[in-house]
């Protein structure tokens, strides 16, 4: 079995040795194609020993990414940006995944992103199709997918991505999505992009009749629905008018029995019924109960990496919710043991609370 390296790159230097160095041992050839790189990228990838190609930009990803597959002749290719790592692992084990199945299939592989938010640092997980059958092209001119209807199948590679940590590429792409929603109306999957970039930018009432349109067109079965639903959700809350909350309310009530057994999901219900509850504590004075009850449930289900979303959501941010919701509730004994559970995981808030409350 021969797996190749595939990757489209530009400007790449401050990380591209250290994705290569990492991948090496899972394939037998690397193949770079680069689409004007104007530093040091291509020399490094020749130093590292991968086969350097160029291709002149003509404004989508797709047509670059097949290139790059074009010149491959493995019989899978993995798939990496420049700004990803792969984990240590076996190369043993992922041959024995990719033969464990026949026919067409995709293999994911795990990626856990860190990215800036208001309380530093976060990650979140997604499962990504990444190690590609030979054959297997890409369509879209960004946010670009495999093309056809293979079935994806996570496979033992594991990879962490900071390049959300020192660049933004939402003005980057923001013109290709703009373009793509027009030329694709009815395509679900760019309305949710355009959603969430301008989301990222901090342009949150542009984007919110995105993810109106996303919430519409979307199929049941879409791979990212999920994660669209509750970033409609964030976004909904963080505008935080009444009418946003009513609409949120709504969404939550249609989503409860198809997204309520993901911790993604209740923990940002659990946010909702706290606004809704401060919102008109008299009139919403019945929904306090569901505020514990959704941040219990998140501890119960746990994290499930598998299905994407942030991590923390089934582990420490939901214990560090619950021990916030107890203090201020009064229930001190209750707000220790969540908070004490959250800081055995790491988590800084909660070791925060914990010396306020004269504890540790």
């Known amino acids: 079995m021969k797996i190749n390296l595939v990757m489209i790159v530009k400007n790449e230097e401050k990380s591209l040795e250290r994705c ?17 790189s104007t530093d040091k990228t291509m020399e490094i990838a020749r130093k590292m020993g991968a086969v350097v190609k160029e291709f002149v930009w003509v404004d ?10 074009d010149q491959s002749d493995a019989d899978w290719n993995l798939v990496l940006d420049g700004d990803e790592t792969l984990r240590a692992g076996n190369r043993g084990e992922l041959e024995s995944a990719l033969m464990s199945r026949k026919g067409t299939w995709l ?33 879209g001119p960004i946010h670009e997918q495999p093309a056809g209807n293979a079935p994806l199948f996570t496979v033992p590679l594991v990879a962490d991505h900071d390049g959300y940590l020192d660049t933004d590429k939402g003005e980057r792409n923001l013109p290709y ?11 679900a999957y760019y309305q949710f992009q355009l959603a969430l970039t301008l989301r ?31 970033l409609y959700l964030y976004t909904l809350l963080d505008l935080g008018m009444t009418s ?10 249609q989503e409860e029995g198809d997204l309520g057994d993901w911790s993604d999901f209740c923990f940002v219900c659990g946010l909702f019924y706290m606004k809704r ?11 306090l109960p569901k505020i514990e009850t959704c941040y219990l449930k998140c501890l119960q289900i ?22 916030a919701w107890y203090e201020v509730s009064g229930q001190t004994d209750l707000a220790l043991q969540y908070y004490r559970l959250a800081a055995q995981q790491g988590y800084g808030p909660a070791k925060e609370r914990l010396n306020g409350l004269g504890n540790s």
């Open 244 to 253: 946003h909350l009513d609409e949120a309310a709504k969404i939550v009530e």
């Open 20 to 36: 290569l160095r990492a991948a090496a041992p899972f394939v037998d050839g690397m193949i770079l194609v680069d689409t004007g």
């Open 302 to 323: 746990g994290e499930m990496p598998e299905r994407g979303g942030v991590v923390g959501t089934g582990s420490f941010k939901a214990a560090y919710n619950l021990g």
């Open 60 to 69: 989508d990803f797709s047509a670059a990414r097949n290139y790059a597959l």
């Open 107 to 139: 293999g994911g592989i795990t990626r856990y992103d860190s990215y800036r938010d208001s309380e530093g640092i976060s990650v979140s997980a997604s499962v990504l199709p990444r190690v590609l059958p030979r054959g297997v092209r890409y369509i």
């Open 200 to 230: 990222n930018l901090k342009r949150l009432p542009e984007s919110l009749p995105w993810f109106r349109k996303f919430y519409r067109t979307a199929g049941k079965k879409d791979a990212y629905r999920a994660e669209g639903v509750v």
């Open 277 to 287: 509850v401060l919102s008109d504590v008299a009139r919403y004075i019945a929904l």
């Open 177 to 187: 999505l703009e373009k793509a929603v027009t030329e694709y109306p009815e395509d």
